[in-house]
């Protein structure tokens, strides 16, 4: 395969290529889109939608409280 800086291929143990390595200051911009598809980076809209699916301090104390009430605990 044709060397590219910037580009680094990894082979396993018997020669066969494996992995990619790429230089994201030299082609980040070129594979954002790529990476973006796959879920290894997130937009921050999709930031903003689970924060405001998340639940509040409030709400995951009481969640505790009523699942601890639930265990088989003696007295």
Excluded: C
């Excluded at 060397?3 to 390595?21: H, L, M, P, R, Y």
């Excluded at 230089?23 to 594979?31: S, T, V």
């Excluded at 809209?45 to 689970?50: A, G, L, S």
């Amino acid at each position: 395969m044709k060397e590219i800086a910037g580009i680094q291929f990894n082979k396993d143990a018997s020669g066969k290529e494996q992995s990619v390595t790429i230089d994201l200051k030299k082609y980040g911009n070129e594979i954002q889109s790529f990476l973006m598809k796959i879920g290894a980076i997130e937009t921050a809209d999709t930031f903003e939608k689970r924060w405001s699916d998340a639940i509040s301090g409030d709400e995951l104390v009481s969640r505790v409280q009523t699942h601890i009430k639930t265990l088989p605990w003696k007295r």
